[in-house]
């Protein structure tokens, strides 16, 4: 276990001022896979939030080295670098919330249905730790693929008998950020004002954005939403592609796995109507786990909004979708309960 606590001037007005146990609680994350390409971008990311108090960052291999550079930008939390299966335990008891990058990421040709072989075993051991250190954290996982990830989660943590269905999240938050992204660009309006909402799963064809519910209205053409919508689905392979064999997005995951832990963070701390769409158990629709836009709070889910209204183009996206989802997540729950 490597501590470097960040001694910054700020740190300790923070706690002379008894700040640390009112307004703003002490709050642990911790991210497994820190060591990365995903996890070392996400380390920093979370190191410059201020509602963070500790952070762990755990990886089997290299995050010492992490955790030192990390923790001399002068920030409030403490950062602690765990390397190795029996630091494990350390680096997630007394966890609020969970990050979990861990895992390999597709090189040109794959599908990240591909990624399931060798990503399952890693998710499993990781939960059943999880399970026993830190049983009611947030889980948020990035591993892919996270239709069936989620699943996996979901049944180690039943077996363990400490599954809460409300704090278990797929993260879905780069379809969103992508989506806004391509919107702002085709709509010209200004990126910062964009909201989609994308539901479904995160592969493929079962991402499905709503750009019916786009907001600015732009009253795009039909052909322009089609296009939209395939960028949409297809923006993991295009930066797959474009790294040519060197992984898949880092970076940019990276910016929405902060974004998605801070509004976890947030929802924890009493923020009202924090709102973000993620892959989470679900009545949505007849499949058992769905992403859709979800309302955190003190316990994580704190309400699982609907679908809203639906274009036609959506609607038959939505139909499309589902026996490819439905699979994938029997698959994760068959490796789950046959391993
Ligand atoms: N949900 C999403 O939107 C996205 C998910 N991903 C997925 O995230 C995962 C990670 O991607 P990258 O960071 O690019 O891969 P990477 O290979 O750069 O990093 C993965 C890290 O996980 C570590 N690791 C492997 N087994 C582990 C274990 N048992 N415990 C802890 N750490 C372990 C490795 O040592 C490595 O440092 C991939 O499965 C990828 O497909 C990637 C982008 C977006
Ligand atoms: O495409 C991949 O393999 C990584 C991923 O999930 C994404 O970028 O959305």
Known sequence: MFRYVARSAAGKHLHRRGYATESVPDRKVAVLGA????????????????????????????????????????TRSEVTGYVGEDQLGQALEGCDVVIIPAGVPRKPGMTRDDLFNINAGIVKGLCAAIAKYCPNALVNMISNPVNSTVPIAAEVFKKAGTY????????????????????????????????????????????????????????????DIKALTKRTQDGGTEVVEAKAGKGSATLSMAYAGAIFADACLKGLNG?????????????VTELPFFASKVRLGKNGVEEVLGLGPLSDYEKEGLEKLKPELKASIEKGINFANQS
């Open 164 to 223: 809460d269905e409300k704090k278990l999240f797929g993260v879905t938050t780069l379809d969103v950020v992508r989506a806004k992204t391509f919107y702002a660009g085709k709509a010209k309006v200004n990126v910062a004002d964009v909201n989609v909402p994308v539901v479904g799963g995160h592969a493929g064809i079962t991402i499905l954005p709503l750009f019916s519910q786009a907001t600015p209205k732009a009253n795009l053409p039909e052909d």
């Open 271 to 283: 923020v009202p109507n924090v709102v973000e769409c993620s892959f989470v158990q679900s009545t």
């Open 35 to 74: 060591a990365g390409g995903i996890g070392q971008p996400l380390a920093l990311l979370m190191k410059l939030n201020p509602l963070v108090s500790r952070l762990a960052l755990y990886d089997i291999a290299n995050t010492p080295g992490v955790a030192a550079d990390v923790s001399h930008v002068n």
